[in-house]
């Protein structure tokens, strides 16, 4: 079964910076991978969707980190990134990967990000 694990998340200062992957397993095909995207979820709150990016390679952002945050891929390396600048407080949550494949979806098992003085 293919599968999608997430790495990158960590605790950082106000203003920082972090880079997320989510990387499938070796089984996988990049051309399968329709659709990616980050979703996030913060404590008492909804999970949202950050990003996006699509095998054409047309990408779309939350408002609230739109300028921000970076979401990229690597098909030969099967991996699905996320580069995040000027962190603030209110970024941090569980970040999730996601995947709507040829054969059904993904999820990562998700990355603590912590942005915080």
């Known amino acids: 079964q293919v599968q999608i694990v997430e790495s990158g998340g960590g605790l950082v200062q106000p203003g920082g910076s972090l880079r997320l992957s989510c990387t499938a397993s070796?089984?996988?095909?990049?051309?399968?991978?329709?659709?990616m995207a980050w979703y996030r979820q913060a404590p008492g709150k909804q999970r949202e969707l950050v990003a996006s990016?699509?095998?054409?390679?047309?990408?779309g952002y939350s408002d609230s980190v739109k300028g921000r945050f970076t979401i990229s891929r690597d098909n030969a390396k099967n991996t699905l990134y996320l580069q995040m600048n000027s962190l603030k407080p209110e970024d941090t949550a569980v970040y999730y990967c996601?995947?709507?494949?040829?054969?059904?979806?993904?999820w990562g098992q998700g990355t603590q990000v912590a942005v915080s003085s």
């Open positions: 990016i699509l095998n054409t390679g047309s990408t």
């Open positions: 996601y995947a709507y494949t040829t054969t059904g979806n993904l």
């Open positions: 070796a089984s996988a095909t990049s051309d399968s991978f329709l659709a």
